[in-house]
């Protein structure tokens, strides 16, 4: 298996093969890294870090990667560069690939990454766009491998707004690993119709299967994963507060949704979350629609089920083995389960 000099876009740009070998390196590095030994494989090397949406994980996870990986880093903030404002997408890619190695983007459409990747001479990788969230699957599916001891015939059950980032990229990720993947929400928010087909088709390959459904009872019955989101993504206009708390309440994961689910269910969530009002937005929902808690209850976010701890620390493991992966791991230090 050999990813140097490729980008990492989107999961549907990669076999499961492809997919599981990166999984295998992740869980190779998280183990040295628990051990101690050093991955220095970059060394003298560089990665520009754009972000034009802001971050915790994401960012944290592709600093901490790039430094173990004995590499330097340069964070351009949401407002801090002249990318799209002054200087196109192209123009950009092609600077910044003669200063780094790598080149990380988040932002707003997919076609935006998928433009700096064409003029980049580096490999670019995706830290979110308003379609897809790859790195973010592979920290989920190696959470769930190391939580289950495998992935085929999971059955996986997404709540809440499945058209954007999240709900997206999950449907892709379980239709190459070949789970059983729910979406479980309002028909207005179901994934696109056009990329739900694309699913079904790699899952007559894969032995997965894609359901959508508006029954609670019928969605989170026997889940073995119920995942949910925010219902109102970054970037989005703060008047949809209100719509999505009306039309999403339904599909919030709480107490009867885990139980329907059944006693061996995990609930997983890529964060940040809505629990509680130890937030800013939070709070002011909570004054303006008298709600405690969005998404998922305080009770189930704390509950013995809850792994996204696990689930946001796997995120820094698995963007090491994105990175090590295509600008290429050394020869002797490859991992295969
Ligand atoms: N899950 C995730 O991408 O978190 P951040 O927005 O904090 O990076
Ligand atoms: N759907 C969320 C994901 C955050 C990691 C957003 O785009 O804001």
Not at 76 to 90: M, N, R, T, V, Y
Not at 117 to 139: D, I, R, S
Not at 144 to 150: L, T
Not at 236 to 250: A, K, M, T
Request: with cysteine; net charge negative; charged share 30%.
């Amino acid at each position: 298996m050999n990813l140097k000099g490729r980008d990492f876009l989107k999961l549907l740009d990669f076999t499961p093969e492809e997919i599981g070998y990166m999984l295998d390196l992740a869980a190779d590095l998280k183990e040295k890294k628990k051990k101690g030994i050093l991955t220095r494989w970059h060394e003298g090397k560089n990665v520009a870090l754009i972000f034009e949406k802001t971050s915790t994980r994401t960012r944290c996870s592709f600093e901490v990667a790039a430094h173990d990986l004995g590499m330097g880093t340069t964070y351009l903030d949401p407002s801090g560069s002249q990318i799209g404002k002054k200087e196109s997408i192209a123009d950009t890619a092609r600077v910044l690939s003669g200063m780094y190695e790598g080149i990380e983007y988040r932002g707003f459409g997919q076609d935006i990454v998928e433009e700096l990747a064409k003029y980049a001479k580096v490999p670019v990788w995706n830290g979110l766009t308003n379609e897809f969230h790859p790195t973010q699957m592979l920290a989920d599916l190696l959470t769930i491998r190391e939580h289950f001891g495998y992935l085929e015939n999971i059955h996986f059950t997404y709540m809440g707004d499945a058209r954007y980032n999240m709900g997206n990229s999950l449907m892709v990720a379980c239709a190459k690993m070949g789970m059983h993947f729910t979406a479980c929400t309002a028909e207005k928010y179901f994934p696109d119709r056009r990329l739900v087909e694309e699913c079904r088709e790699i899952a007559r390959n894969t032995g997965a299967t894609i359901t959508l459904t508006e029954d609670v009872e019928a969605g989170a019955r026997g889940a073995d994963v119920i995942y949910t989101d925010v219902w109102v993504s970054m970037g989005e206009p703060d008047e949809i507060w209100e719509e999505r708390i009306r039309e999403l309440s339904p599909y919030q994961v709480n107490r009867k949704v885990m139980e329907l689910a059944g006693k061996k269910a995990v609930f997983m969530h890529c964060l940040p979350a809505f629990h509680d009002l130890n937030t800013k937005t939070g709070k002011e929902i909570s004054e303006k629609f008298g709600i405690a808690e969005m998404e998922v209850t305080d009770e189930v976010f704390e509950s013995e089920a809850s792994i996204v701890f696990e689930e946001a620390e796997n995120r820094m493991h698995t963007i090491k083995a994105v990175m090590a992966a295509t600008l290429g791991v050394p020869d002797g230090c490859d991992a295969r389960r």
